[in-house]
C-alpha cells in the first residue's frame, strides 16, 4: 500500500509526489497492550492480569489472659461431736423385798361426785402386802353401781398411791397419798361406766 502525501505545484514546475512506506511505522492496537510484568498466561493460553498481591492485614495480638489467684478456701469449723448417749439402763430387780408401812387391813370412807354434795359410802380390805403393793377388795359403792373388785393399789417410797380397775363394765382408776402416820388415804378418781367418764374424790380411813 502506499499513501499519497503531498503534491505540490510550484510556478511553473511540477514536483514528483513523495511517497513515505509505512514498514517504518508502528501500527497502534486499538486495545493496549498490557505491562509484561502483570501478564500471566490462564491454562487456555489467555492471557490474565495478575493483580498485584495486597499485605495481609495484620491481626493484633490478643492481650495475654491475666491469671487471677484464687483466694484460699475458707476453713469450715468442724461440728463438736455429739455427746455419747448412755445405754438405756436395764432394769434389775431388787434381790431384797422393798419394804413399805403395812396397809393390811379395813379402810371406809366415802366418795364424792364433782359438781355434787353427797357422799357415798367406799371401803377397802387389804387381804396381805408385799413391799409396797397391797391387794384386797375394793367396794365400790353406789357411785360405780355397788360394784365389789379385787385390786392391787402401789404406795411407793413418798407415800403416793395408785390403784387400776380394768374389768369389761368398768374402767377406774385412783391416785393419791398416804398420810405420814400411815391411817388416812385420800386423792381423787375416775372412772368410765356406760361409755361417760366421771371424776371426783375419795378418803380412807384406817379402821
Given at each position: 500500500?502506499?499513501?499519497?502525501?503531498?503534491?505540490?505545484?510550484?510556478?511553473?514546475?511540477?514536483?514528483?509526489?513523495?511517497?513515505?512506506?509505512?514498514?517504518?511505522?508502528?501500527?497502534?492496537?486499538?486495545?493496549?497492550?498490557?505491562?509484561?510484568?502483570?501478564?500471566?498466561?490462564?491454562?487456555?493460553?489467555?492471557?490474565?492480569?495478575?493483580?498485584?498481591?495486597?499485605?495481609?492485614?495484620?491481626?493484633?495480638?490478643?492481650?495475654?489472659?491475666?491469671?487471677?489467684?484464687?483466694?484460699?478456701?475458707?476453713?469450715?469449723?468442724?461440728?463438736?461431736?455429739?455427746?455419747?448417749?448412755?445405754?438405756?439402763?436395764?432394769?434389775?430387780?431388787?434381790?431384797?423385798?422393798?419394804?413399805?408401812?403395812?396397809?393390811?387391813?379395813?379402810?371406809?370412807?366415802?366418795?364424792?361426785?364433782?359438781?355434787?354434795?353427797?357422799?357415798?359410802?367406799?371401803?377397802?380390805?387389804?387381804?396381805?402386802?408385799?413391799?409396797?403393793?397391797?391387794?384386797?377388795?375394793?367396794?365400790?359403792?353406789?357411785?360405780?353401781?355397788?360394784?365389789?373388785?379385787?385390786?392391787?393399789?402401789?404406795?411407793?417410797?413418798?407415800?403416793?398411791?395408785?390403784?387400776?380397775?380394768?374389768?369389761?363394765?368398768?374402767?377406774?382408776?385412783?391416785?393419791?397419798?398416804l398420810s405420814s402416820n400411815g391411817n388416812v388415804?385420800?386423792?381423787?378418781?375416775?372412772?368410765?361406766?356406760?361409755?361417760?367418764?366421771?371424776?371426783?374424790?375419795?378418803?380412807?380411813?384406817?379402821?
Amino acid at each position: 500500500m502506499f499513501e499519497a502525501k503531498r503534491v505540490c505545484v510550484v510556478a511553473g514546475s511540477v514536483r514528483q509526489p513523495m511517497f513515505e512506506t509505512l514498514e517504518g511505522r508502528q501500527l497502534m492496537s486499538a486495545a493496549p497492550v498490557p505491562h509484561a510484568a502483570l501478564m500471566t498466561t490462564t491454562a487456555v493460553g489467555v492471557p490474565a492480569i495478575e493483580m498485584s498481591a495486597q499485605p495481609a492485614a495484620k491481626v493484633a495480638a490478643k492481650p495475654a489472659a491475666k491469671v487471677v489467684a484464687k483466694p484460699a478456701p475458707k476453713k469450715v469449723a468442724k461440728p463438736a461431736p455429739a455427746p455419747k448417749v448412755a445405754a438405756f439402763p436395764v432394769y434389775v430387780p431388787s434381790s431384797t423385798v422393798v419394804k413399805g408401812k403395812s396397809v393390811v387391813g379395813q379402810w371406809t370412807g366415802t366418795m364424792r361426785l364433782d359438781g355434787t354434795t353427797t357422799d357415798s359410802a367406799f371401803s377397802v380390805t387389804f387381804a396381805f402386802q408385799r413391799g409396797v403393793a397391797a391387794s384386797g377388795s375394793f367396794n365400790l359403792g353406789a357411785t360405780m353401781n355397788n360394784q365389789v373388785v379385787t385390786t392391787t393399789m402401789v404406795f411407793d417410797l413418798h407415800n403416793n398411791v395408785r390403784a387400776l380397775v380394768a374389768m369389761p363394765t368398768l374402767n377406774a382408776g385412783f391416785t393419791g397419798a398416804l398420810s405420814s402416820n400411815g391411817n388416812v388415804l385420800y386423792g381423787r378418781f375416775s372412772f368410765n361406766t356406760g361409755g361417760q367418764w366421771k371424776t371426783g374424790m375419795f378418803m380412807l380411813t384406817r379402821g
